[in-house]
């Protein structure tokens, strides 16, 4: 538990508007799936209180998040040695699952024209 708080602090303190570099698919999905988590919980404590769906809470938090999302999203796909514009797929119907395998792929082994690999230089 301690892992998955220091990972995901390291996102937001650290690498909150880093666009550069390479995010391992551990860096992502712990960024990813715990701010899912916040968010269900923010809009369950805003319905328990008589809100309608997302709420203040849960928009602020979005918004507060909005920034590292798509700095880690980019990141990993430069991991996976593909352009940060590949981001825009995430807007498109359809074409944003192409963008979600993506997040499944292992990185590029060694160093890629992103930087060096986020796992250390395994070969």
Avoid at 68 to 87: E, K, M, N, Q
């Amino acid at each position: 538990m301690e892992a998955i708080k220091n990972l995901y602090l390291s996102v937001l303190k650290g690498k909150y508007a880093q666009f550069n570099g390479r995010a391992s698919r551990t860096e992502y999905w712990t960024f990813t799936l715990v701010n899912a988590a916040i968010s269900i919980v923010l809009i369950l404590v805003e319905r328990a209180f008589g809100g309608q769906g997302s709420g203040f809470l849960s928009s602020i938090f979005g918004l507060g998040v909005l920034i590292p999302g798509v700095a880690v999203l980019i990141r990993r796909l430069h991991d996976t040695d593909r352009s940060g514009w590949w981001a825009l797929l995430a807007v498109l119907p359809l074409a944003n699952l192409v963008l979600l395998a993506f997040m499944f792929f292992d990185g590029t082994q060694g160093a890629n024209r992103f930087g060096e690999n986020p796992k250390g230089n395994v070969i």
